[in-house]
């Protein structure tokens, strides 16, 4: 039987009915309109990251994406020219040098809401002095009881002390106002606790909970595509973007007929001979995006054993034989740019940044393997020149090769896998090698203390260069408060190392973007690290 509705009821429950079925139509439209005009940007990187966590970031993609998850306590800010605040509202070092003190900004959360204290940076850096975990323990090792962690003895680093919940203090074995710089290293980033415990040696791989301060948090890891939001609890630059996608695309005639078509924002995972056709199909502008970054290319020579280890001479005639600017435009083309020095430029002070000269001269070549005692080559037995077996390096390897013999100079190539290449090295079964150095964190004595110092013996000195007035100089640019005074030390060791020749620097890398041309506020740091919080994007014209 029907039921009846009283008049005025019915009118009540109509009207009641048309006003839900208004606001649902308006939070639809809302919500459409929302959706359509999010911004996106979609970004081309060659090959898909295998980790996503600071303390175990090796490969150029894993670095790129990482430096939108996570933060430090301290950036550098290259038009200054010193390291400031990120999520440390400030810190102070004692009179000594060995003792500094971190602030915390108030107010900073971790993606799933949760509060950032000193104990999450505690934990995050006793992360990295874990074996198991990380290999860049040695950023800390001037930290007191940072051994100890290495080797196992410890659970907890006695120099790490988290005084409360806003305040770090760190206590260092010996004076070192260069810790800053240290501090500003991706790998120290911090991690939530709580979560990376949870996770265990999982952390940061596909299918795990990945959470960081950053300016944009992980929605979504498939195997060719990772989707990250916008973070709502990061307020320091709110970011015009609401999804960064980054598309793992190796083929670079799909990254060119995409980009093309609009459909990918900017290209990472690009050569330096990358080019993007020229014609009326494609859809907008672009520009290209180059900035010399902190990475270098080099030759080392095993001085711990002949013939290199006491003729200088004979490493300069290697060196005056060998064509960089050849070998730069055949293996990177606009991807490098050659040295002048083992310091890439921008480490160095302006007085000191000279462009590199040719010196390559088969004439000069002959005149120092006549001085070395070895005339066109004679006497020298053939020279063992290593190289691992990634992409590129074999062909720098044919080209030293060719190079040497139109000097005299017999060279055997020999490839070794990496996972060999380092203890084959070291074991001086080669007499000279490539190698490659990403710098960790913007300041000269990262890559001068971590390749050259006689204390890196045992770890990354390959070459096994033992200079000990090159080590007084480190001794003093660790010493030294004043940066400006401070350059002109590292100035000084770079000449060393020049005049010494313990290894042959090649070339620079030179990061290379392409931009569709309605993007704006894009910049790259030192480390090829791109802040992705302050690009923007407008209307195509």
């Keep these: 039987m029907r039921r009846l509705i009283p008049r005025g009821k019915e009118l009540r429950y109509w009207v009641g009915l048309t006003v839900i079925i208004g606001i649902a139509l308006i939070i639809f439209v809302i919500s459409v309109h929302k959706a359509s005009s999010e911004t996106n940007l979609s970004i081309q990187i060659a090959r898909q990251p295998s980790c996503l966590d600071p303390a175990r970031m090796y490969s150029y993609e894993e670095k790129l994406i990482d430096g939108a998850l996570y933060e430090g306590l301290l950036k ?157 609890f990061f307020t320091r630059l709110r970011p015009s973007l609401n999804t960064l996608r980054f598309h793992v ?50 030759l080392g020579f095993n001085l711990r054993q002949g013939p290199f280890s006491d003729n200088v001479e004979l490493r300069r005639g290697i060196d005056q034989a060998i064509d960089k600017q050849r070998i730069k435009e055949q293996l990177l083309g606009e991807g490098g740019k050659t040295l002048a020095g083992f310091l890439p430029p921008e480490l160095l002070p302006p007085g000191q940044q000279a462009e590199a000269k040719a010196q390559f001269s088969k004439e000069a070549a002959l005149k120092s393997l006549d001085k070395a005692g070895f005339p066109y080559g004679l006497r020298l037995p053939p020279l063992i020149y290593a190289y691992n077996d990634s992409p590129g390096h074999e062909m720098t390897a044919r080209l030293v090769q060719e190079q040497l013999g139109q000097v005299g100079i017999d060279v055997n190539l020999k490839k070794i896998p990496w996972h060999k290449y380092q203890t084959e090295i070291r074991a001086g079964n080669v007499h000279f090698f490539r190698l490659g150095w990403e710098a960790d964190y913007p300041e000269a004595g990262n890559l001068l203390y971590n390749i050259f110092s006689s204390e890196q013996n045992v770890s990354n000195n390959y070459t096994g260069y033992s200079n000990s007035n090159f080590d007084q100089l480190l001794w003093q640019a660790r010493s030294e408060p004043d940066p400006a005074r401070r350059a002109e030390i590292y100035g000084r060791a770079n000449q060393l190392i020049a005049s010494d020749l313990p290894v042959i620097p090649l070339f620079q890398r030179v990061a290379t973007f392409y931009l569709q041309e309605n993007l704006k506020g894009f910049n790259v740091d030192l480390l090829g690290r791109v802040d992705f919080s302050r690009i923007r994007k407008t209307s195509r014209h």
């Excluded at 930290?143 to 806003?166: F, T, W, Y």
């Excluded at 760190?170 to 240290?182: C, G, I, Q, R, S």
């Design 76 to 232: 550098y800010n290259p038009e200054k020219r010193c390291f400031e605040g990120d999520l440390a509202q400030k810190w102070t070092a004692d009179r000594s040098g060995r003792t500094y003190t971190f602030v915390l900004r108030k107010g900073i959360r971790f993606h799933d809401g949760s509060r950032v204290t000193a104990r999450d940076v505690k934990y995050s850096w006793e992360r990295v002095l874990n074996p198991k975990i990380s290999s860049y323990g040695y950023l800390l090792q001037n930290v007191v009881g940072a051994q100890e962690k290495l080797s196992g003895r410890c659970q907890e680093v006695k120099g790490i002390e988290a005084v409360d919940a806003d305040t770090l203090r760190v206590t260092l074995k010996e004076t070192d106002w260069t810790f800053p710089a240290v501090v500003s290293s991706p790998a120290l980033a911090v991690v939530n606790q709580r979560v990376a415990e949870r996770m265990g040696l999982r952390y940061g791989h596909p299918g795990t909970r990945i959470v960081g301060t950053g300016p944009f948090r992980l929605a979504k890891w498939d195997k060719g595509t990772i989707l990250m939001r916008r973070n709502r």
């Design 249 to 298: 695309i190796s083929d670079q005639r799909d990254t060119r007929r995409l980009f093309e078509a609009g459909k990918l924002d900017i290209l990472a995972g690009v050569s330096g001979q990358f080019t993007i056709s020229e014609t009326k199909s494609s859809r907008a502008a672009y520009s290209v995006f180059r900035k010399p970054v902190l990475g270098i290319y080099f």
